[in-house]
């Protein structure tokens, strides 16, 4: 939430916060906030689409500064959007104010827009570090203050709903903590940090009663809004002077306001006090213990104060215990599906737009740095999210024609937790991986299981999808009214609604069969949606598949089409964060089936590529076309992993920090650009060499349909052949490379021709 001008006022006042030398503790961390303050304060590249390396490192060095200070973190995440759509006029707004910061962005001004995948990397290297974690159903800050309560232990984060929350173990803002800095010997490293209570702000008030601080921030305005009537009461008690209609920008004013509100607070010795004075002077009629008139101001005013009333147990206390069961207050929007859809939700292994999808047909889309004169980058990806809404939206007519058994069966993990077997599988050897210990094993789930192999994020089995014959899939459902979602997205420079049609994938997976359903028939639907065939992706090492086949999917559908320079820079961006990964210690999951490697030459292949990213003050400026492209691809990519993960991950996650840097695709697309072939550039490489054609020829063998039938092939008439421009596809930075190059040119310029005659029809 936040509280409009709290925050300025209260951190102007340094006799409001004691200094703390802070170890030795629990610690309830605000995730949101965490991620959005170390990649915005930190000045990393949000122009080019992201540097999500430098963020995962950045957050590791985070994570192991509180380790040294003997500090338990304990992360809560926001979920999706809140049900009872009181904050969501305020998620519109925001989202708007972030569309036009992500223009201003494009074209070299100030803003601050957070890169698209950002929110999944950090869940990987919590995952990774074995960081306690929990996403809840909606928003977090009322789980968040419950939590810490009842630890007696402080928050950390930069909301400033927490001045208003009474929390004895007192809020730590993230500005005055000072992790970067360690003090103290090595046995008592401390970081020094500035804590915050209740009672530090009551005492400058003479001693105001500490539940009256709720009221002040409902008439103050949160992001839940004003209640009717609060303007009128503040005139009459002369303390709108300067607030009133004023923006977030007039800060002065809003810091008056609260000031007022205090002082007008502070003669007042119960809440109940406060609120018939407001009653009097709104001339409401008096029901005592109803708080004034029903449906009246100070109604209405009591009924807004209980966002911050903490209760004395936390439903999240059990969670973090290690009883992994949805918890009573997280049930209003997981009930309805699956439990192993929502443990994977609470887990943080559910996208929140999954979902928002479902229980509210309604998703917010991120914006992203590209170019607003043409469609948003999300319109490349729709096809993804439609077959996502039609496996959670549209039910068979006849559920009992689903299979029963399967691969995905439920089980019960070490500390009572449900999950799918190949989902707890992930989980149980990526606790084992950590320090660099793989372990494998042989799946035991049933029919579609074989070998396991270890990989980025967990275990997974290696299988063919001819083994989904007779699997449980049944025929989507006939309606005679189209079931639709909510998307809200960018058009030109403004927010727009659009009813987006959920379509399910021919094998459509009934939804509350899917976790009995094999994963060799979840791993089919996904191929389907991506218009792959398994065996495209046979030369490509497991952990990499997902972003080959979301490759060669945007490569057929982003419009304007990919240039070929730009596909070279993407795999060769691939290229780099693999021989970077595989050379880490513990890399067992990142084994390739490649001879041996000499490393020296590998790593001189490494440098180069790095020395080609486009550096801090580059006064060449940006190539939007290209940007537009890449954030079609991150668009594309994000979507996938939202459905990845509604099936349960039939395919691992890749490891998303190394997946993609902005900086560096811009700079290889600039140097191919100048005339220098790709294979040049990995040169003495010969893994970096055989690694490259084998991803660039599986792009290219996933980027033709592979199922021309399914439901998404009708849309395929939509303007193809406009915005030509960038292709690109016979320039010098293509020649060289022997056969795999020539090979892998002229299937690039076969699909371009295909989708020039396609766009005749």
Known sequence: MGVQGLTTYVEGNRYFFQDVKFRDSRLVIDGCSLYFRLYFNSGFDQQHGGEYSDFACLLSQFLSAL?????????????????SDKKFP?????????????????????????????????????????????????????????????????????????????????YLPLRFFQWTNLNGKASHRYISARCYTTSSLCRLFGGMNRELLPLCAVLTGNDYGVPKDVEALLAQLDLSAGGAGGGRSKGGAYMSRVEGILLWLSNFSTVANALDEVSKVMREESSRGKRGQKGGLSSQLWARMQEYHIKGRSSLARWFSGVKAVPEGQTSRLAQLPECLSLAAMQGLLAPLVVDAFVMRRVLLMPQVENSKLASSHCSSRDIRQALYGILLQRPQDSTTQARGGGAQLVKGPQGEVQTQDMWMQLHIRQGMRGGRGRGGRGSGGRGQGHIVPAQQGVYVAFSTEQAAGAATVPPQSFSTPICVEEYDRLDLNLKKNQVEAHPPRNHLHLDGLGQAPVAARLNVLFEVLGVKDSALAPVPLHLQLAVAVTGFWLREAIPKPSELQLQALVLGMVYGELFLIHQPGAMQYQHPAPQINWAAECKVWEGLNRQRVRSGDRRGMDLG????????????????????????????????????????????????????????????????????????????????????????????????????????????????????????????????????????
């Open 67 to 83: 380790a040294a200070c003997n500090i338990q973190p304990y992360v809560v995440l926001d979920g999706g959007i809140d049900p």
């Open 90 to 170: 305020t998620l519109r707004q925001r989202l708007q104010s972030k569309i036009k910061e992500a223009d201003s962005i494009s074209h070299g001004r100030n803003g601050s827009v957070l890169p698209i995948l950002s929110r999944n990397v950090f869940i990987q290297v919590l995952i990774e570090k074995g960081v306690p974690l929990v996403q809840c159903s909606a928003e977090a800050d009322w789980e968040i203050a419950c939590l810490a309560h009842q630890w007696n232990c402080p928050v950390l984060t930069n909301d400033s709903d927490f001045y208003i929350f009474d929390l004895p173990g007192g």
């Open 626 to 761: 290209a940007a537009h492209s890449f954030s079609q691809w991150q668009a594309c990519l994000w979507s996938a992993l939202c459905l990845n993960q509604l099936l349960l991950f039939p395919l691992p996650e890749p490891n998303l920090s190394w997946l993609f840097s902005g900086t560096l695709v811009h700079g290889l697309l600039r140097c191919l650009k100048g005339g220098r072939p790709a294979e040049s550039l990995l040169s003495g490489g010969s893994f970096a060499v055989h690694l490259y054609f084998s991803l660039l020829g599986a792009v290219m063998n996933c980027s033709f349909k592979a199922n021309p039938s399914s439901s998404a092939s009708g849309r395929k008439k939509r303007g193809r052949g406009r915005g030509r421009r960038g292709r690109g596809g016979g320039g010098r930075g293509a020649q060289g490379g022997g056969r795999d190059a020539q090979e892998i040119n002229n299937r690039f310029a076969l699909l371009m021709s295909e989708e020039e005659y396609d766009s005749g029809d």
